[in-house]
């Protein structure tokens, strides 16, 4: 093969397959701390990367402020609708708006609720959806969910089943 060719075809090919950044791959990560601790059934895990005054709202437009209102809403779902359940979060869009500012959006999928509260909307095969939005701050070397806001997804808005 033409040396010329080969570097040309090796060029091609690295292009058509970045290679994410390690700012992409800290959110990464972060993404999956979060499920790691939610299918632990471990608040304080699940808020590890979420910001001393982040703010908060639930699947329910509820409103919260700050680590600890994290932690402790957490651990009461934890320990109550959402014990024993498992999650799971796929990338629908992950953009950097400054080299220290992103905003990540999931589609979430909650697994094995035993008992929906009235109005929930748990699909045929009993999976709760959402669509998570975290806004997360690059401060002193370290991503930080400032912003966390989950909106349900309704049975009958269709949206791809969890991979």
Known sequence: MNPLIFVFVLVA???AYPQSSPDEAAIHRIIQDEISAWNAGDAAAFARHFA??????NIRGQ?????????ERHDFIFKGI?????MKQDFVSLKFVRPDVAVVETLTAVIGI???????SVNDKGILRSRLLQVMVKNS???QVVTFHNTDV??????PDPK
């Open 52 to 57: 001393a005054d982040g703010t908060f709202t």
């Open 63 to 71: 409103f919260f402020t700050g680590q600890k209102d994290f932690i």
């Open 154 to 159: 309704r049975t009958d808005v269709p949206v």
């Open 82 to 86: 959402y014990r024993g359940t498992t």
């Open 13 to 15: 090919t690295v292009a």
């Open 114 to 120: 035993q008992k929906p509260m009235p109005g929930m």
């Open 141 to 143: 070397g370290e991503w």
